[in-house]
Nanobody, 129 residues
Framework: EVHVAESGGGLEQPGGSLRLSCGAS????????IAWFRQAQGKEREGVLC????????YYADSVKGRFFISRDNSKNTVYLQMNSLKSDDAAVYYC??????????????????????WGQGTQVTVSS
């Protein structure tokens, strides 16, 4: 059984930082992709980042490039999303999602919701002064 859960959201000031965690279990080593999505109030859900376990391919949306970074702790089976220089536009519910047997090439373009079968419950990120 595949289980995905994210955490680490909270309130931060513009320019501040947060680190989100995504714990995943039950995935096939070397054959899965992890993606982060976010959905702001009144807006559609968008894919912001992904990483493929097969070759390490990554994708960053232009809106977060240079500010958001992904890292991995294999011993804890956890992927981290480091969010720096936060802007008000970053405020959203952030979701971690997982897919199996997704082509690494898919992680060179924006993640799509239909590509991912396993989802966390979401964690709220609020950016406010």
């Amino acid at each position: 059984e595949v289980h995905v859960a994210e955490s680490g959201g909270g309130l931060e000031q513009p320019g501040g930082s947060l680190r989100l965690s995504c714990g995943a279990s039950g995935l096939i080593s070397g054959y899965y992709t992890i993606a982060w999505f976010r959905q702001a109030q009144g807006k559609e859900r968008e894919g912001v980042l992904c990483i493929s376990s097969s070759d390490g391919s990554t994708y960053y949306a232009d809106s977060v490039k240079g500010r958001f970074f992904i890292s991995r702790d294999n011993s804890k089976n956890t992927v981290y999303l480091q969010m720096n220089s936060l802007k008000s536009d970053d405020a959203a519910v952030y979701y971690c999602a997982a897919a199996e047997y997704l082509s690494p090439a898919a992680c060179s373009s924006p993640p799509r919701q239909w590509q991912y079968a396993y989802w966390g419950q979401g964690t709220q990120v609020t950016v406010s002064s």
